[in-house]
Nanobody
Framework: QVDLVESGGGLVQPGESLRLSCLAS????????IGWFHQTPGKDREGVSC????????IYSESTKGRFTVSRDSEMNMMYLQMNNLKPEDTGLYFC????????????????????WGRGAQVTVSS
């Protein structure tokens, strides 16, 4: 079955770190654009970071630049989001996604031609 499954979320205090993982099954991530998206209650999903299908372009949102790092592992068919120095406003659901192309819109990334969304992983940053 074609699927994306996130893992690695949890509850942390401000300033701590988490690494989210996304495992693809049924298709190869290597030839797709990939990205991570953040959603808080009552708001639309916002692109956190994306990597183009040719692996040559990476986009970070302004709020996460310098703190978060997106990466991909072709051999493992996985993608990751390393989140350092977490802040309360980082709280919410994080979704991984694969698609065709990426572009930057108002400081966040957008994936065009979406192929698959993950179901989301909860991250809570609270003292």
């Amino acid at each position: 079955q074609v699927d994306l499954v996130e893992s690695g979320g949890g509850l942390v205090q401000p300033g701590e770190s988490l690494r989210l993982s996304c495992l693809a099954s049924g298709f190869s991530l290597d030839s797709y654009a990939i990205g991570w998206f953040h959603q808080t209650p009552g708001k639309d999903r916002e692109g956190v970071s994306c990597i183009s299908s040719d692996h040559g372009t990476t986009i970070y949102s302004e709020s996460t630049k310098g703190r978060f790092t997106v990466s991909r592992d072709s051999e493992m068919n996985m993608m990751y989001l390393q989140m350092n120095n977490l802040k309360p406003e980082d709280t919410g659901l994080y979704f991984c996604a694969a698609g065709i192309t990426i572009r930057e819109v108002q400081g966040s990334c957008v994936i065009n031609g979406l192929y698959r969304w993950g179901r989301g992983a909860q991250v809570t940053v609270s003292s």
